[in-house]
């Protein structure tokens, strides 16, 4: 399949975002799923058509007490290779999303219990782009989960 070809197949199921690169040099089709008018998933495509592990999954939110006003909620990023940049993009590309839709007021996510592991790179990771991260602790000082927020 020529790259031409899959561009058009691509746009036949995504809506394309841009073409953009990560830290290796990696180039990639940034897509996005829609469901009605609000993304769902936001998804790196490699650009010689294979497909690519990376992607965030959001869900979008009306503030309960303003029907004007949304929040998006970054449900899960999903990265196989580490510190690379493709979580940056993916970033990138809800940041430029988000600002395009003036409804659009805050982005939140939880960061949970199972991330232990890495709490430190992703507290690292969300600060980077501008989140305010928060972390709860037990008993004995250790960090069991948190969130993180940044008004737009």
Known sequence: MSGLEYLNELKSHYTVLGEDENDKGELFYVCAIKYKEDYTTIIL?????????????????????????????IADILTVEKNIGNGSLLMKYLFQYANENKNMKKITGIISMLD??????????????GFNVVFYTNSEGERTGGYIEKEL
Do not use: A, G, V
Not at 45 to 71: A, F, G, R, V
Not at 116 to 129: G, N, S, T
């Open 116 to 129: 232990k592991d890495h709490f430190d790179r992703l507290e690292h990771f969300y600060e980077k782009h």
């Open 45 to 73: 495509k490699d650009i010689d058509c294979l497909q690519h592990p990376s992607k965030m999954n959001i869900i979008t939110e009306w503030y309960p007490d303003d029907k004007s006003k949304k929040i998006l909620k």
